[in-house]
């Protein structure tokens, strides 16, 4: 009789852990669906007001300057 009622309780432990797994699942489905990406690469593309201080130039002389490689 125990056996029986060990059985019976681990079925139903595994029974909420399926329920569990399926919900979470589910859950984040629907956060992936409501999530829409824009442009592939958008870090390519800078906002406005947020350019590179110095230009490439300037940090290609500075790093010459200071003897970094490369």
């Known amino acids: 009789m125990e056996t029986l009622i060990a059985l019976a ?3 139903l432990l ?4 399926i329920r569990l797994i399926h919900r979470l699942n589910a859950q984040h489905d629907a956060r992936i669906a409501a999530h829409h990406f824009s442009e592939p690469f ?5 906002p ?16 010459r300057l200071l003897g970094t490689w490369p």
């Not at 595994?14 to 852990?17: D, E, F, L, R, V």
């Open 9 to 11: 309780a681990g079925a």
């Open 14 to 17: 595994i029974a909420i852990g």
């Open 42 to 46: 958008p870090a390519i593309v800078r």
């Open 48 to 63: 406005p007001g947020h350019s590179h201080r110095n230009p490439p130039t300037a940090q290609a002389s500075r790093r």
